[in-house]
């Protein structure tokens, strides 16, 4: 059986690493991607894999990465792009300049980036199945982090025209949209874990679980989707429940 590549953006730690480990779980060969190369060695050495330095707001190093990616494993079968940065809590009337596209630059562009390396790819191959890091954030505002709901609301936009202009082609391209999920990302946000119905954050191996779903064959009539994994966060009516 040939065996099948995956590449993980941000698999150095958090949600990367963990679906990075889901994946090798399912004997998926694991391209372990991060701008902290130290971090992606420790993950992609305890699931056999390759660790690859890049930066996903550098459109030139994504090409290089992927491609690097392809070299090693022969092919390349499903993709998680998952790097993402927060930006900082300010209202949008003072929010930096630079911060705010700093965030696009590496949320949106990062997932355009890559989406386009890995389908040159995978269309040459004759398909594929990527998963975009959405968020809660893409589907409702949040107060103080206008650049991050903008740019998760791009990653719903870009994974959903993927998806439509793929379908026919054997690519399926899908989002998660996780609520609060236990990482250092959210360090101090711990307050807002009372928000969801179920009463906690989520850990970051329930969200690669989805992310596994979305990937294998088992969701092959998904594309175009985005899928919560929060909790019930974005399905109440707030201030009701
Ligand atoms: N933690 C949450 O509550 C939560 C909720 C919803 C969505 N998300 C999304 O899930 C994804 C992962 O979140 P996390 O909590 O695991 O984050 P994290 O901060 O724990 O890990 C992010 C990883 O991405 C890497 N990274 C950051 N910028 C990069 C860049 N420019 N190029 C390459 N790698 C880069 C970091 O080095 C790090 O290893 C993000 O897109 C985030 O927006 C997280």
């Not at 890049?54 to 998680?80: C, I, K, N, Q, T």
């Not at 003072?94 to 355009?112: A, H, I, S, T």
């Not at 719903?156 to 793929?166: C, K, Q």
């Amino acid at each position: 059986m040939t065996r099948r590549v995956a590449f993980v953006t941000g698999g150095g730690r958090g949600i990367g690493a963990a679906t990075a480990r889901r994946l090798a779980a399912a004997g998926v060969a694991v391209v372990v991607a991060d701008r902290d190369l130290d971090a992606a060695r420790a993950v992609a050495a305890a699931v056999d894999g390759l660790a690859v330095r890049v930066d996903v707001s550098r459109p030139d190093e994504v090409d290089a990465a992927v491609d690097e990616a392809v070299a090693w494993g022969g092919g390349l079968h499903f993709a998680y792009n998952n790097a993402g940065v927060p930006g900082v809590r300010a209202e949008l009337g003072v929010y930096p300049d630079e911060v705010f596209w700093r965030v696009q630059r590496v949320n949106v562009g990062g997932v355009f980036a890559c989406m386009r390396a890995e389908l040159r790819h995978m269309l040459a191959a004759g398909g594929g199945s990527i998963v975009n890091a959405a968020s809660g954030a893409g589907v409702g505002g949040v107060a103080g982090a206008g650049a991050y709901v903008a740019s998760k609301h791009a990653v719903i936009g870009l994974t959903r025209t993927a998806a439509v202009e793929y379908a026919s082609r054997g690519v399926r391209v899908n989002a998660v949209a996780p609520g609060l999920v236990r990482t250092a990302m959210v360090d101090g946000l711990e307050d807002f874990e009372a928000a969801h119905p179920i009463g906690r954050a989520a850990t970051p191996e329930e969200v690669a679980e989805a992310v596994w779903w979305l990937l294998d064959g088992g969701s092959s009539f998904v594309t175009g989707a985005v899928v919560p994994v929060d909790g019930g966060l974005t399905a109440q009516i707030p201030g009701l429940s």
